[in-house]
Every structure is written in structure tokens, then in C-alpha cells.
């Protein structure tokens, strides 16, 4: 388990205030679909092209030039004032207890990419452009499904939130590590979040999930390439272990992945807490039941989504209840087979 004392960066809250006030990039704002509670667009280019062809996909994964790449800020997971949560702090279990089993890549690579201790293939960074023009990460990891196209992480590394829109650019890079993309990359097709989260910065409701183009060295799904994680939801707020992956600024530069372990318990409204030692960057990163560190595999159970207390070594994460799996089956019937 790593045992670095948390430190907020003030540099990287700097950082990203550069991103807001960069030159702004003409751009057509994406039309929202709504339903269930869940909110959907087409991705695109961040002047405004529908990311609906292999052409403009990769296209995408050009732009995203080991220089840019190196510049992106890590987004801030540092609480916001703006941001809203259920005025009842009560628990709020509202299901059965159920689970996606995690699945094992398709194809064997052939590249440097054996598992290494708490370093999963399945997780990897997000790259996307801000409505702004500026350039800014986050974490993620493939999700298992039967369309094999998904990759979830936290709602504001799609979207703004309350006021806001979506992100363009939007890139995901399996197990990246030090600039290198050992799978290659893959290229939203269309981004999803809780509507809560789209229209009133709910962090009860932080969650994402991307539908991703085939892509990566072989031009393949990214679940059939790098496998995908699990998913639980209403497995109650107090787990034993959870291991959380992601990649901070503060621990490596946002460079390679790290991972933090420890029981969860419930932090009020609807969401969970953990004792972690990341912070900016690891956004969206996956807090996982049974992580196994032989396969890279687990069940996620939360993403991170802020640090309710700057410095005091927690994070929060929405509790996966039925809405994860609202968002869940709302996406994956919308991926193309």
C-alpha cells in the first residue's frame, strides 16, 4: 500500500486556471439527449465535427501529440462550491445487490505489457479538449459489456457540469505509462453522464461511461483488446478493501498509474469515502472490490470524484446504486454491436 502523505498541488489548481482562460476554440455545442436520468452526445472535435467515422477518429488520436499529451492538466478533484448532493445524508440502498463479471482481453498483444504489481492494462488516462481550447486529463478503465466498447469514469471528465458542456477530443490510453501507449489509443464515439450531474453538478451522480470506436494497435474494441473490469452496484456503503487505480499529479506526475487501499464507509448523502493519498488526475479512476493484481482485474464499485477535504488524505465517490446501472444499460444499448 503506498504511504505518501497527501499534499494538494496549488500548482496544479494554477494549472488548470490556465486551461479555463486559454484561447477559445470555435466549437458547436453538442445537442444533449436526455432519458432515465441519464444524458448523452455524440463526441467530437473541438470545432464542432461529429466523431461518427474511423477518418475523424483517428484524426483525433493525431491531434493528440506526445506534446499535448505532456501539457494536459490533470483535472482538479478538489471540492467545488458549485457543486450539489442530496439534502439527505441518510444511506439510501434502493436494490438488490448485482454484478458485472470482468472479462479478460480477446488477443493476445505480443507487446511489453505483462501485468505488473497494482499497474492494470484495463485503466488508463483520458485526454479532451476544454470548451476553452485547453487540454486536460483524467483517469478511466474498461468496463465489461457485451458490445465490449465501454469505458466509464467520473461525470465531470465528459462534461462541465451545472452551466457547462461537453468535452471534445476525448481519448482514452490503456495503461499509459511515461508517454508510452503500449495498446495504442482509442476515440469516444459518443460520452454519457447522470443528468444530475449535467445539470446541477450532483456529486452523488459523478459517473460516466464513453463508447469508444474501435481503435489501438489492432484496430480492435478496446474491451476485446485490453479486457474490462466488472461492475458492482448496492453492495452497501461499508466494503472491507477497496483498491482504487488511477494517475495523480502528486505521486509521478500523472505518469504511470498508482493505487491506494482501503475500507470505504459512507460520507454523507449518496456517497462513499476512502483513505487515499491521490489526488489531481486520479479523477475518474476506478475504486475496485477483489482487485485481483495477478490479471489486472476487479469490480468497480465507485470513481473517484473529489476530495471532500483538501489534505486530510480521503476521497469521495458516488455509491453505485441502481443509477450506475441506469447509466449502464442506457449506454450499452446505445453502442453500435
Same mark, same amino acid.
Do not use: T
Given at each position: 500500500m503506498l504511504r505518501s502523505t497527501l499534499r494538494w498541488s496549488a500548482s496544479a489548481s494554477l494549472a488548470l486556471a490556465l486551461v479555463v482562460t486559454a484561447p477559445a476554440v470555435a466549437q458547436a455545442k453538442p445537442t444533449t439527449a436526455e432519458r432515465n436520468g441519464n444524458s448523452t452526445a455524440v463526441a467530437r472535435t473541438s470545432d464542432g465535427r461529429a466523431i461518427t467515422n474511423e477518418k475523424i477518429a483517428e484524426e483525433v488520436a493525431r491531434y493528440w501529440t506526445p506534446q499535448r499529451m505532456a501539457s494536459a492538466v490533470d483535472l482538479d478533484i478538489a471540492k467545488s462550491a458549485k457543486a450539489t448532493e442530496s439534502t439527505s445524508?441518510?444511506?439510501?440502498?434502493?436494490?438488490? !445487490? $448485482?454484478?458485472?463479471?470482468?472479462?479478460?482481453?480477446?488477443?493476445?498483444s505480443g507487446a511489453d505489457v505483462g501485468i505488473q504489481l497494482n499497474e492494470s492494462a484495463v485503466v488508463g488516462k483520458v485526454y479532451f479538449t476544454t470548451p476553452n481550447g485547453g487540454g486536460a486529463s483524467c483517469s478511466? =478503465?474498461?468496463? !465489461? =459489456? $457485451?458490445?465490449?466498447?465501454?469505458?466509464?469514469t467520473a461525470g465531470h471528465c465528459v462534461h462541465q457540469g451545472a452551466g457547462?458542456?461537453?468535452?471534445?477530443?476525448?481519448q482514452f490510453v490503456p495503461r499509459y505509462r511515461d508517454g508510452a501507449r503500449p495498446f495504442g489509443t482509442f476515440v469516444a464515439y459518443q460520452l454519457a453522464a447522470r443528468t444530475a450531474w449535467i445539470n446541477s453538478s450532483s456529486y452523488d451522480e459523478d459517473m460516466a461511461i464513453a463508447i469508444m470506436?474501435?481503435?489501438?494497435?489492432?484496430?480492435?474494441k478496446v474491451v476485446e483488446t485490453v479486457g474490462g473490469h466488472g461492475m458492482r452496484w448496492n453492495w452497501g456503503y461499508n466494503i472491507s478493501l477497496m483498491t482504487a487505480l488511477g494517475y495523480p499529479s502528486n505521486l509521478g506526475g500523472g505518469e504511470s498509474q498508482y493505487f491506494c487501499q482501503s475500507g470505504t464507509w459512507h460520507a454523507g448523502s449518496q456517497q462513499i469515502r476512502m483513505w487515499c493519498n491521490m489526488t489531481y488526475g486520479s479523477s475518474g479512476g476506478p475504486w475496485l472490490q477483489e482487485y485481483n493484481d495477478q490479471n489486472g482485474l476487479?469490480?468497480?464499485?465507485?470513481?473517484? =470524484?473529489?476530495?471532500?477535504?483538501?489534505?486530510?488524505g480521503q476521497f469521495d465517490g458516488p455509491y453505485f446504486d441502481n443509477d450506475i446501472k441506469s447509466l449502464y444499460d442506457f449506454v450499452e444499448g446505445l453502442s453500435p454491436a
Open positions: 445524508r441518510a444511506p439510501k440502498p434502493d436494490g438488490p !445487490a $448485482g454484478s458485472v463479471a470482468p472479462v479478460r482481453p480477446s488477443v493476445a478511466a =478503465s474498461a468496463v !465489461a =459489456s $457485451g458490445k465490449a466498447r465501454l469505458v466509464m457547462g458542456q461537453w468535452y471534445s477530443n476525448w470506436h474501435n481503435g489501438g494497435n489492432w484496430g480492435l476487479g469490480f468497480i464499485n465507485s470513481v473517484v =470524484s473529489h476530495g471532500d477535504n483538501p489534505g486530510n
